[in-house]
């Protein structure tokens, strides 16, 4: 069965340089999720989408934005990285909105993202 | 804000042992979701409980909801080197679309 996709899979950054994550969710789910996860940390949530619509927010900074376009597939800008955005950034995918019938989010494989 | 707390933080034991992680909050969830997470890949789902008081079987491992639904835990009976790794558990916020997850249990098992 198909999973989410994410790419790439290892991102090598400078500091203040800017990066795009992008994220496939799995085939007919409508609903994307960004997560962050620092080093021995607990997936941080970062922003999500239903149906092409910020649908929730959370501990985004302001220098991160994101969009999920037509086909359902997510972006993650980041601009002026800074050595504390080095961590793992997973991409979530469900189908319908959380607290729904079959929110299920499967995660993808993540995002080493390294600045240095 | 709304968080969950784990314990135990660390878990190391024996083959054949039998373990209780606990996902405390002083807050109210909709819904609450236990994950396991591989080092250096996502979290893969376990179980999702929803009704206050429920208790969900997967194999060896038992999830109860608590009855007030601001905590919950996962008993694991006659724990198997393939147990091992990180258990998050992960509430939906009320009145919120997102999953806010715990402080999560790093579990060892040793043969």
């Known amino acids: 069965a198909a999973g989410v996709i994410q790419s790439p899979r290892h991102l090598i950054k400078e500091k203040r340089e800017t990066a795009t994550l992008k994220c496939y969710p799995i085939p007919r789910h409508d609903t994307v999720y960004w997560y962050q996860q620092g080093p021995g940390q607990d997936p941080q949530f970062l922003i999500s989408f239903y149906e092409k619509m910020q649908s929730d927010k959370g501990s985004i900074p302001d220098r991160f934005s994101a969009q999920q376009f037509s086909d359902y597939h997510s972006e993650l800008n980041m601009s002026s990285l800074e050595l504390g955005d080095s961590a793992l950034y997973f991409c979530?995918?469900?189908?319908?909105?959380?607290?729904?019938?079959?929110?299920?989010?499967?995660f993808g494989p993540g995002t080493r993202l390294t600045v240095l | 804000t709304q968080l969950l707390e784990q314990s135990p933080q660390f878990l190391s034991i024996q083959e054949g042992e039998n373990l209780t992680v606990y996902c405390n909050s002083s807050?109210?969830?909709?819904?609450l979701q236990w994950y396991r997470q591989e080092p250096g890949e996502g979290p893969v789902l376990l179980v999702t409980v929803v009704t206050g008081g429920e208790v969900k079987k997967l194999k060896r491992l038992t999830f109860q909801f608590g009855d007030a639904r601001k905590d919950s835990s996962l008993h694991i009976t006659a724990a198997q080197p393939g147990d091992t790794g990180l258990y998050l558990c992960a509430g939906l916020a009320s009145g919120t679309y997102k999953y806010i997850f715990g402080t999560g249990t790093r579990l060892k098992v040793l043969a």
């Open positions: 807050s109210v969830f909709s819904s």
């Open positions: 979530a995918s469900s189908l319908g909105l959380a607290g729904s019938q079959g929110d299920t989010q499967y």
